[in-house]
């Protein structure tokens, strides 16, 4: 740490009501931190960051940093290998399983991501209802029930939401113009990397066989 960032540090533990080490913890076990919903947390987390990853690594846990796209969350440090000496912690972020159609979610907004960068301009990606319905039904077997079709989907959609991968955009004014939007976080290149979308397009063979089949497969993810 250079002389500057000590200063910065030294300065941000000893302002009057600056986030501390504590406050920032507690704020990333709770969820992501996103520099566009607090700038002052966000602020105390860039200056203190040194400190809160050794203050974390104690509970086995890494900060993961995008000042870039600006968001920060907690994971959990791999488990040593079996021959590895050292304890095992409990993990306290928990992974859960997704399903299929929720995996296939996720990596069709993710496209749609990296596409949208592609193209350059606005950097919030935001949809309708019905374009990530399109996005998805291309995907699902044919079905004589549009109506459960549609509500499965929306059921998808709000466990993106859920995980914090969409986020639900308020109508402005009280008025509703237009049909309701969702953005596009960008912690979800966090999640479904590069190297993922490689093999997209074999991915989705794979997806369209399982659903076909009305089978469920798991994707695991970080809460």
Avoid: C
Wanted: aromatic share 6%.
């Amino acid at each position: 740490m250079d002389q500057g960032e000590q200063e910065r540090t030294a300065a941000a533990t000893a302002s009057p009501g600056r986030p501390d080490l504590s406050t920032l913890a507690i704020a990333l076990l709770k969820g992501v931190v996103y520099r566009e919903e607090d700038e002052r947390l966000w602020g105390a987390l860039l200056d203190l960051q040194v400190r809160l990853r050794d203050y974390i690594a104690v509970l086995g846990l890494d900060l993961v940093l995008d000042e870039a796209e600006g968001y920060a969350f907690l994971k959990s440090r791999p488990e040593p290998a079996e021959d590895e000496a050292g304890p095992r912690l409990r993990r306290l972020i928990v992974r859960r399983p997704l399903s299929f159609p929720v995996s296939l979610l996720l990596a069709l907004l993710r496209k749609k991501l990296v596409e949208f960068d592609a193209g350059g301009g606005d950097t919030r990606l935001v949809l309708t209802r019905d374009e990530i319905v399109e996005l998805v039904r291309v995907f699902l077997p044919d079905s004589s029930n549009e109506a459960r079709l549609i509500d499965q989907i929306d059921a998808q959609i709000n466990k993106v939401v859920d995980l914090g991968f969409l986020r639900r955009l308020k109508p402005s004014g009280g008025t509703v113009v237009g049909p309701a939007g969702f953005e596009v976080r960008r912690i979800l290149k966090a999640f479904v990397d590069a190297q993922w979308l490689a093999d997209f397009d074999a991915r989705l063979a794979d997806y369209q066989a399982h659903l076909a089949g009305g089978e469920r497969a798991a994707g695991d993810t970080d809460e």
